[in-house]
């Protein structure tokens, strides 16, 4: 049950970042992959980023496949699962090396695909930039992200960093154009409260977004 509202949401949001085109159409096409993610075996023992990222790679591989094939049928937005990219059952402390460092949308415009060095700690997001960019479609994916923050910050962390359960979306050309730090009900030990409350509104008409958001 919880993934199917996960899901419904998860198209909604997508709809609100649905491009110009597709309003001109008055339809379009969305693909929705389920995917059974290649887990870490031992979530709760501490690894490296180089390892994280191996492991990460092979589910991406599945990603690209799957993007591949929705491109093929028409697909002009695809959506991935929760969890789908690094696992789950994890620490604050052990999922630290599977976070990405994911920027404002609506304070910076990027490109991972293209900008690759922008930002560090983006490899996942540079990969799903590139697929929606080769297949020319907008793609969703969920993954988790870091930010850090200042000990004056009232709500920082001990640890000087916010880790948030984060939904990335990327326009056709492989923009990043949304993020939304989400909150689950329960099992989210590894993840902060989302210390704001975001606002999209995206007009379809001029694709204009506008949101309010913590750098």
């Given at each position: 049950?919880?993934?199917a509202?996960?899901?419904?949401?998860?198209?909604?949001?997508?709809?609100?970042?649905?491009?110009?085109?597709?309003?001109?159409?008055?339809?379009?096409?969305?693909?929705?992959?389920?995917?059974?993610?290649?887990?870490?075996?031992?979530?709760?023992?501490?690894?490296?980023?180089?390892?994280?990222l191996?492991?990460?790679?092979?589910?991406?591989?599945?990603y690209?496949?799957?993007?591949?094939?929705a491109?093929?049928?028409?697909?002009?937005?695809?959506?991935?699962?929760?969890?789908g990219?690094?696992?789950?059952?994890?620490?604050?402390?052990?999922?630290y090396?599977?976070l990405?460092?994911?920027?404002?949308?609506?304070s910076?415009?990027?490109?991972?695909?293209?900008?690759?060095?922008?930002?560090?700690?983006t490899?996942?997001?540079?990969?799903?930039?590139?697929m929606?960019l080769r297949?020319?479609?907008?793609?969703?994916?969920?993954?988790?992200?870091k930010?850090?923050?200042?000990?004056?910050?009232?709500?920082c962390p001990p640890?000087?960093?916010?880790?948030?359960?984060?939904d990335?979306v990327f326009?056709?050309?492989?923009?990043?154009?949304?993020r939304?730090?989400?909150?689950n009900?329960?099992?989210?030990?590894?993840?902060?409260?989302?210390?704001?409350?975001?606002?999209?509104?995206?007009?379809?008409?001029?694709?204009?977004?506008?949101?309010?958001?913590?750098?």
């Open positions: 049950m919880l993934e509202c996960c899901m419904v949401f998860l198209l909604l949001f997508c709809y609100q970042v649905a491009s110009a085109e597709i309003h001109r159409e008055g339809h379009y096409v969305a693909a929705v992959y389920e995917h059974r993610p290649i887990l870490n075996p031992n979530p709760a023992t501490l690894t490296d980023r180089r390892s994280a191996e492991l990460m790679s092979r589910n991406l591989y599945i690209e496949e799957q993007v591949i094939a491109a093929k049928q028409g697909a002009q937005i695809i959506v991935f699962p929760e969890d990219i690094h696992g789950f059952n994890f620490t604050r402390e052990t999922i090396p599977y990405e460092f994911v920027p404002c949308p609506q910076v415009k990027w490109n991972p695909c293209r900008e690759p060095h922008l930002f560090s700690d490899e996942v997001l540079q990969r799903l930039s590139c929606a297949s020319k479609m907008f793609l969703v994916a969920n993954i988790g992200a930010q850090p923050c200042e000990y004056n910050d009232p709500l640890d000087g960093r916010y880790q948030f359960n984060t990335v326009d056709a050309s492989g923009t990043l154009v949304a939304y730090r989400k909150q009900l329960y099992f989210e030990y590894a993840f902060n409260t989302p210390p704001e409350h975001v606002f999209l509104e995206h007009n379809l008409w001029d694709q204009t977004v506008k949101a309010t958001c913590r750098q």
